[in-house]
T-cell receptor, first 107, second 111 residues
Framework: KNEVEQSPQNLTAQEGEFITINCSYSVGISALHWLQQHPGGGIVSLFMLSSGKKKHGRLIATINIQEKHSSLHITASHPRDSAVYICAGRRGGKLIFGTGTRLQVFP | DGGITQSPKYLFRKEGQNVTLSCEQNLNHDAMYWYRQDPGQGLRLIYYSQIVNDFQKGDIAEGYSVSREKKESFPLTVTSAQKNPTAFYLC??????????FGSGTRLTVV
């Protein structure tokens, strides 16, 4: 079992839809990062969470420490949101990455 | 603006040749990391350095080497001992706030 697991692997949506990507992680992970990777390959850090909820524009990230689960939500999705979204757990100064969720939003 | 610069973006090398990938940051971050990404897999840690003149092996260090002579720079050498070097390589750094900054990556193809 991977230490950080994401679902779904692939996601397609129509513009305007509400999107949720899920991430489950194992014991010992102290914080969760959500990252966005565009087709060119560069990665942008979206959120870092150790508790509660964070919001930035149309993106919302939540974490439930007891259940070891985090979600990334995108409201009013847009084609420019198309990317790979990666969750990564921090353990002892290192990140453990999920395999990513490929999101395609169609107009 | 502060950030991480990786160069080159694309690199082609013949089998058996060593190649060095550059990673420079101007964020004053102490920690730097090298990751490898293969299709369908999560990023895997090759080497990391938490302070100048010190570095540790990650999960897949075999066939790679690094140096950390300056805080700003953490070059990665892919040696001829690496059996399957064709991949996408990402450099990252982190500071005291534990936030991470990633470079734009180098795509290495060995022919």
């Amino acid at each position: 079992k991977n230490e950080v697991e994401q679902s779904p692997q692939n996601l397609t949506a129509q513009e305007g839809e509400f999107i949720t990507i899920n991430c489950s992680y194992s014991v010992g992970i102290s914080a969760l990062h959500w990252l966005q990777q565009h087709p060119g390959g560069g990665i942008v850090s979206l959120f870092m969470l150790s508790s509660g909820k964070k919001k930035h524009g149309r993106l919302i990230a939540t974490i439930n420490i007891q259940e070891k689960h985090s979600s990334l939500h995108i409201t009013a999705s847009h084609p420019r949101d198309s990317a790979v979204y990666i969750c990564a757990g921090r353990r002892g100064g290192k990140l453990i990455f999920g395999t990513g969720t490929r999101l395609q939003v169609f107009p | 603006d502060g950030g991480i610069t990786q160069s080159p973006k694309y690199l082609f090398r013949k089998e058996g040749q060593n190649v060095t990938l550059s990673c420079e940051q101007n964020l004053n971050h102490d920690a730097m990391y090298w990751y490898r990404q293969d299709p369908g897999q999560g990023l895997r840690l090759i080497y990391y350095s938490q302070i100048v003149n010190d570095f540790q092996k990650g999960d897949i260090a075999e066939g790679y080497s690094v140096s950390r002579e300056k805080k700003e720079s953490f070059p990665l050498t892919v040696t001829s001992a690496q059996k399957n070097p064709t991949a996408f390589y990402l450099c990252a750094s982190s500071g005291t706030d534990y936030g991470y900054t990633f470079g734009s990556g180098t795509r290495l193809t060995v022919v």
